[in-house]
């Protein structure tokens, strides 16, 4: 495994737009409390461009990205937000210098696909919050933000979680991967596909039909990707739709129904996605998933 150094204050981050467009509001507000705390701070340069939906053309975030990837004396990069676009850039990527000079990669949503990529070259990176929700309403830190920079200075960090009626007991351990759903069954087949043998698969989504949900949640186990996890942290799934006629069941329930046959450790409701919180996940580390009656702790172990 090659493992990026701890950011320490001092050190360049770049922030770059790989997928969905953004506005400078949204973006610089979390430069100057980067900046505040000690960190270079250098924005692609094209970190605001319009291109319909994305942030500018393909070669633009391709070339914004490539340069932050290729940066020796970068120590993170995160990405400003996810929407969609990183598929349209990805196999054109160049990871050599990037594999040279390791940096922590920060984001969700559509990053999972760069997520996914890393965990194949056993680099890992950090699922966690974006420049447009690191503060609260009162411009404050949220917890968030605080858990991120946990991770990206060496830390290491647990959680405790709220029982749920879902959960299935047990103890495990085993390196994390995963992200958004639709993004990673979406990579099947492909040379970004997960491995998740051995491992503690997290996933979480936002504005899905109930249908689809079941349709990805049997698809990864027609896949056998359910088949030898270690354990199974379900995060939040936002804004949910469904049909005229009704499904018929609740996420939990679909989860639950597809994943029965199973013996290891799951866990529903860890607060990480696209809900008001979103608690920073290390990829591509090992962690210990205890879900017990009363609660669930999820410990990283370094």
């Excluded at 804004?239 to 996420?251: A, C, E, I």
Aim: glycine share 8%.
């Amino acid at each position: 495994m090659i493992e990026p150094s701890p950011i320490q204050p001092g050190l360049k981050i770049r922030i770059v737009s790989p997928a969905g467009k953004i506005e400078k509001k949204h973006v610089l507000p979390a430069v100057n409390w980067l900046k505040d705390q000690g960190y270079e701070v250098v924005l692609g340069k094209h970190i605001f461009a319009e291109h319909f939906q994305f942030a500018g053309t393909d070669e633009q975030r391709l070339a914004d990205l490539q340069e932050a990837l290729d940066d020796p004396d970068c120590g993170a990069i995160i990405c400003s937000r996810g929407g969609y676009g990183t598929v349209r850039i990805i196999d054109r990527l160049n990871f050599n210098s990037f594999l040279e000079y390791p940096k922590w990669l920060v984001g969700f949503s559509d990053i999972t696909i760069l997520h996914c990529c890393l965990n194949n070259y056993q680099v890992p990176s950090i699922h966690g919050v974006m420049p447009r929700y690191f503060f609260d309403e009162n411009g404050q830190p949220k917890e968030d933000l605080t858990t991120l920079m946990q991770l990206l200075t060496g830390n290491s960090i647990q959680y405790k979680i709220d029982s749920s009626s879902f959960n299935r007991t047990g103890k495990a351990s085993g390196e994390l991967v995963g992200g958004n759903l639709s993004i990673v069954c979406s990579l099947q087949g492909t040379f970004y596909d997960l491995d998740t043998d051995g491992k503690i698969l997290f996933i979480e989504d936002i504005d899905e039909y109930l249908y689809h949900t079941d349709r990805m949640m049997h698809q990864l186990r027609l896949n056998g990707k359910l088949d030898n996890l270690a354990g199974l942290i379900i995060g939040d799934f936002t804004d949910m739709k469904d049909n005229d006629s009704p499904f018929g069941q609740s996420v939990h329930q679909i989860i639950s129904e597809v994943t029965s046959d199973y013996s290891y450790p799951v866990c529903y409701g860890f607060q990480a996605g696209h809900d008001k919180k979103n608690l920073a996940l290390m990829f591509g580390k090992k962690w210990e998933l205890d879900v017990s009656k009363n609660e669930t702790t999820l410990k990283l172990l370094r």
